[in-house]
């Protein structure tokens, strides 16, 4: 059985903050935040809000003040970091920051390199999207030609992620997901889901209610009904993942 500690660490908080006008006009799903937000209950972070805002400068601003505002340990955003016009997403963080760009050698160079392999020249359009905040640490992107953001402030940290799902899933697995459980280290969350059909959620609760009594402290049996079928899904949370994998 898990061994539980007299103490434990609060789990991470977290709001998502997704940017783009064609979420706002259902022209593309954001399906980033679903994504994430189980990566996050996966290594014990508490997803507290997930928003979504245009590509308005001062919008994404407003949006920052009260998100940092909030009691979450860290923001993480998507979208808005392409070379094109209508990507703001850099220049309103800069502004709510207060700070200046500068150009950052080693994006420029990969760029270059990128775009050699396939016999062409990047853009001053991609010249402009190594221009970075100055509070910015670089996460560079193997999938794409924008690199992620990380910024440690206010006590808080925010993170700019490109909106392209795979490119964001790959800086997310190599890069965001491992930085913060090291930042905010604190419980594991596994879960596992069982599939039933044919009796209803009360009695499938009644007949598993001796099962479910004797449940060590570390697992939790949840109910989740829908349409002919309910899902039953098992959690469970503890400081070790090989030990939960055991249970």
Aim: charged share 25%; proline share 6%.
């Amino acid at each position: 059985m898990l061994p539980l500690e007299a103490e434990s660490l609060p789990p991470m908080k977290v709001h998502l903050l997704t940017i783009g006008d064609e979420l706002l006009i259902g022209q593309v799903v954001d399906s980033n935040s679903a994504w994430m937000a189980q990566r996050l209950n996966e290594i014990g972070a508490e997803v507290l809000e997930i928003t979504s805002v245009g590509d308005d400068p001062e919008h994404i601003r407003r949006t920052l003040e009260r998100l940092f505002a909030s009691e979450a340990d860290a923001i993480l955003a998507t979208g808005g970091l392409g070379p094109t016009k209508d990507d703001k997403t850099k220049q309103a963080f800069a502004d709510f920051f207060g700070v200046g760009f500068v150009f950052h050698q080693e994006t420029w160079e990969r760029l270059c390199s990128l775009f050699e392999r396939f016999g062409r020249q990047p853009t001053e359009a991609h010249r402009q999207q190594c221009l970075m905040p100055q509070n910015a640490e670089i996460l560079s992107n193997d999938f794409g030609t924008a690199p992620a953001m990380w910024f440690e402030e206010r006590g808080k940290v925010l993170v700019s992620l490109p909106g392209v799902p795979h490119e964001m899933k790959h800086l997310m697995e190599a890069e965001v997901l491992p930085r913060l459980r090291k930042r905010f280290p604190g419980k594991v969350i596994l879960h596992r889901t069982l599939l039933t059909v044919g009796e209803g959620e009360s009695r499938i609760a009644q007949r598993l209610a001796a099962i479910e009594e004797a449940l060590p402290p570390a697992l939790k049996l949840a109910y989740l009904p829908g349409l002919g079928q309910v899902r039953l899904r098992l959690s469970a949370t503890g400081e070790d993942e090989s030990q939960l994998r055991a249970l």
